[in-house]
Each structure stands twice: as structure tokens, then as C-alpha cells.
């Protein structure tokens, strides 16, 4: 390579807060490009707070990863993008996956030698090696993936999860082996990680990110009788059975697609 970035990682203003293979999660340290004092009000009470810009820098030699569509901000190299679309026939495929996970219908692949930087989020970056494992995304984390892995359409195995679990009818789910990028509304350390040997997890409300898609999903009442279940106060509960491991953000909880802070 014959270029040089400079002022990013060797800013004393930035900080590598994960790196895994080519996949580097830059954290700004403070929004320094103030213009107003209403601005410099709001980014010193963001930056105690912990709301602070994130960036994932990912970084190509002579291999290919997919973003989300959009996702990009500048790249550099030799690196070539292509639509991902193979064909009509995935372009049909892409636009009914788009339709069912409320996500992009093109997903773009960036292939070469090179360095790509992507929007700054204020969201909390995710890097998850996943070996040879298969798990169920929440909807709108996706943010990049090595090509390795196949990102495809993971349906649930039942209508009643579907219908009340407030989690949808599909997913986007990660398959096969490879480093995959997500975009989550905590941050991984505030994650509970529940692993299952042939057991259930009953979770009252959609707080799970991720889950092993061995893991059967249903929505059941939480007490053995209509009864039971009032009288708990808890009512329906969505059930993960089986063998594998759930992700939970324990203190968030979702509002009409909104993510806000639990008081409970």
C-alpha cells in the first residue's frame, strides 16, 4: 500500500476500543467541533454520560467484507465495491429478505487491498468472531461481515412467536465462520450472556440481541393456567428451549422501535 492515514489512530482524541483481524472499533474521546455553547453544553453532558462517537475502521488485504448499505464513509486503496446482487433472481431474493427484516435490500461487498472507514454512531460497536456457529440478529444491528460467513434469512419456527413475542416473523442470522460487526444499543460489557445445555430461558419482554438459532423460540404464558399467569402479573414470556446461548440487555427495554432506559 502507498497511503498514509494520518491524524486517526495517532490522534490523542481517539481510542482503539476493540480490534479483531481487520475490524477496529475507533471511539472518539469528545466532539471537539463545537460552534455554539448550546453544542458544548450538550457534548460535555454526552461525553459524562458515555455517548460518545464511535467508528469502525475495517482494513482489506486482498479479501472482501460486506456492509450495510450506506454504511461507508470513505475508503482508500485498492479496493473495489460491487452490489452483492448475483443476478435478478438475488435481487428478488435480497428485496423479500429487505421486506421481512426491515433491513436494506442491497448489502454491498468491498473487495481488495485497502482501508474503509464507516459513519460515526453513537450506538456501541459489537465485534464478534463467530466460528462455525449460526446465531439470530436482532433487527437493524447488521453493520459489516467478512464474506466467510452467510448472512441469510432465519425464520421462526413457530407463528405464536412470530405473533406475540414482538421479536417478528424473521431475522437476519450470521452462519458459518468469519468476524461479524454489529451496531447495538449497549455496550457488549453490559450484556448478560445466558448459556443454555438442553434447558429454557423465559425472558418477560424482547430483550434478547442475539441467540444460538439452535435455540427453539416460542411465546408461552408464564404461569401453567390463565390464572397463574394473571396472578403473576407477568402474562406471556418468550421462551428460548434447548441447547445454545441468548444475549440480553437486561436494562433497556424496547417502545415502538425506540430503544429507552428501563426504571424498573
Same mark, same amino acid.
Given at each position: ?6 491524524? @486517526?489512530? &495517532?490522534?490523542? !482524541?481517539?481510542? /482503539?476500543?476493540?480490534?479483531? $483481524?481487520? =475490524?477496529?472499533?475507533? *471511539?472518539?474521546?469528545? %466532539? ?94 459489537? @465485534?464478534? &468472531?463467530?466460528? !462455525?456457529?449460526? /446465531?439470530?440478529?436482532?433487527? $437493524?444491528? =447488521?453493520?459489516?461481515? *467478512?464474506?466467510?460467513? %452467510? ?114
Amino acid at each position: 500500500m502507498t497511503f498514509t492515514i494520518n491524524n @486517526l489512530k &495517532d490522534n490523542n !482524541n481517539v481510542v /482503539i476500543k476493540e480490534q479483531l $483481524g481487520g =475490524f477496529t472499533v475507533i *471511539e472518539y474521546k469528545e %466532539d471537539l467541533s463545537n460552534t455554539t455553547f448550546l453544542e458544548a453544553q450538550s457534548n460535555f453532558f454526552m461525553t459524562k454520560s458515555n455517548m460518545r462517537n464511535k467508528q469502525l475502521m475495517v482494513e482489506l488485504n486482498n479479501s472482501e467484507v460486506m456492509l450495510s448499505a450506506g454504511a461507508m464513509q470513505y475508503m482508500v486503496g485498492n479496493i473495489e465495491m460491487t452490489s452483492g446482487v448475483k443476478g435478478v433472481g438475488g435481487l428478488m431474493r435480497n428485496l423479500v429478505s429487505s421486506a421481512v427484516t426491515g433491513t436494506s435490500a442491497i448489502k454491498p461487498l468491498y473487495k481488495g487491498t485497502g482501508t474503509i472507514l464507516l459513519e460515526t454512531t453513537y450506538k456501541y460497536l459489537w @465485534l464478534i &468472531d463467530v466460528d !462455525n456457529d449460526h /446465531i439470530v440478529i436482532d433487527d $437493524g444491528m =447488521f453493520l459489516a461481515c *467478512e464474506t466467510t460467513l %452467510d448472512i441469510a434469512i432465519a425464520a421462526r419456527k413457530s407463528l405464536s412467536s412470530a405473533a406475540l413475542g414482538g421479536e417478528g416473523l424473521f431475522n437476519l442470522s450470521a452462519k458459518g465462520k468469519g468476524i461479524l460487526a454489529l451496531e447495538a444499543p449497549i455496550p457488549s460489557e453490559e450484556a448478560v450472556v445466558i448459556e443454555l445445555q438442553n434447558d429454557v430461558l423465559k425472558v418477560d419482554g424482547n430483550f434478547a440481541l442475539m441467540w444460538s438459532n439452535s435455540l427453539d423460540f416460542t411465546v408461552e404464558k408464564s404461569g401453567k393456567t390463565r390464572m397463574g399467569s394473571a396472578a403473576s402479573g407477568e402474562g406471556l414470556v418468550n421462551v428460548y428451549r434447548g441447547t445454545g446461548m441468548v444475549w440480553l440487555a437486561p436494562l433497556i427495554q424496547y417502545k415502538g422501535g425506540l430503544v429507552a432506559q428501563s426504571i424498573n
